[in-house]
């Protein structure tokens, strides 16, 4: 089996659930998307990896038109669902790999993705096909969950998150992804971190994570060494326990 369908088996199954779901549909990191990017009316906009669609509907009603892509059909059902619901009408909804664009050269005034680069098995192709496709001068906002910079705490985070979520492949530190933006030849312009505190159980429901893992996971995240434990933060305890994830926020321009 491959990567690609473990993706789509995993979002598939649990499309509604990031529809609905709160850490995606708000946060901070929205709203950063859009400042960061300045949208303008004539803009043609390409969300990479849309999920529950919600950066999608956040800059449709800035620019001339969204293209929302993700590689899960049923999740683009979810996502344009809620969409209509929520008045936008107008977004046009493709399945296509995030890797692989299936669009021009120099089609858009802006590309978006928003916590899903984690997910994609080569993140540098990834980028190169989003610059390709950006017009010179276009904008990316890439948005995602990052590791920690010390490498065995990023081990350890990363094993955390592929046992809830199997379709995991690994969240990169910082230095990384603008390492991967400048070798796509970006100018990188900003970056910033934004924490998150994540509700546990919420986090493993997302997932339908079965039982035993869920023990796992529990023993993870309150045995985690110290370099892993700062990074984690676990507070709280049973149905109230909490921990973070970090989000990186990166704006890059095409020269």
């Given at each position: 089996m491959t990567h690609r369908s473990d993706v789509q088996r995993q979002f598939g199954r649990n499309a509604q659930r990031?529809?609905?779901?709160?850490v995606h549909a708000s946060g901070?990191?929205?709203?950063?998307?859009?400042a960061?990017?300045?949208?303008?009316p004539h803009w043609l906009v390409l969300d990479v990896a849309c999920g529950g669609g919600h950066a999608a509907?956040?800059?449709a009603s800035y620019v001339r038109q969204v293209i929302a892509l993700d590689v899960t059909f049923p999740m683009l059902q979810a996502a344009r669902a809620f969409a209509v619901a929520q008045g936008q009408a107008?977004?046009?909804?493709?399945?296509?790999?995030g890797e692989d664009l299936p669009f021009a050269d120099a089609s858009f005034d802006l590309v978006t993705c928003r916590v899903a680069l984690h997910h994609f098995p080569d993140p540098e192709k990834a980028i190169r096909s989003w610059a390709r496709t950006l017009k010179p001068g276009g904008k990316l906002v890439l948005i995602?969950?990052?590791?920690?910079e010390d490498e065995q705490a990023n081990v350890y985070v990363n094993t955390f998150e592929t046992l809830r979520d199997p379709s995991h492949v690994k969240l990169y530190p910082p230095t990384e992804l603008v390492r991967f933006l400048k070798q796509a030849n970006f100018n990188?312009?900003?970056t910033e971190v934004l924490r998150k505190s994540m509700g546990f159980e919420a986090?493993?429901?997302?997932?339908?994570?079965?039982p035993e893992a869920r023990k796992q996971l529990t023993a993870m995240l309150w045995q985690s060494p110290d370099h892993a434990r700062r990074f984690l933060n676990p507070q709280g305890s049973g149905k109230e326990t909490t921990f973070d994830l970090w989000e990186g926020v990166f704006l890059a321009v095409k020269p």
């Open positions: 990031y529809v609905t779901s709160h901070p990191s929205l709203a950063r998307m859009v960061l990017a300045a949208p303008e509907l956040a800059m107008h977004l046009v909804w493709v399945q296509g790999d995602d969950n990052i590791g920690p990188v312009s900003h986090w493993m429901d997302r997932m339908q994570v079965a």
